[in-house]
């Protein structure tokens, strides 16, 4: 059996064509290899975790809306302080591929 490669654009085959803001839980990975696209799912939810760790600001507030630390979902009301507090997947990949 062939691979098929699809003709898109670089930015287009990193981020699939999924909108986060959809009301929804997420699980950690999930979130995890949108906000880190080009890592491994595994490396990615340690970087991820690590990201969520290491800010003060984001974790209290994760934490005010029921974060725990070993949790394997985030609630829509969680996902919703991320996408304030990091951007979109895709703004967040440009601000770290800029760094």
Do not use: I
């Not at 991320?82 to 895709?90: D, N």
Request: overall charge positive; aromatic content about 14%.
């Amino acid at each position: 059996m062939k691979n098929k490669t699809l003709n898109l654009e670089p930015e287009a085959q990193v981020f699939p064509p999924m909108a986060l803001e959809e009301f929804r839980v997420y699980s950690m990975k999930e979130l995890a290899c949108l906000y880190f696209p080009k890592l491994s799912a595994v490396y990615a939810s340690r970087c991820f975790r690590k990201l969520l760790r290491d800010d003060p600001f984001l974790y209290s507030g994760l934490v005010e809306r029921g974060y725990r630390p070993r949790v394997r979902n985030l609630l829509p009301s969680q996902v919703s302080f991320l996408l304030e507090h990091l951007g979109t997947p895709r703004e967040f990949y440009e601000v770290q591929k800029g760094n």
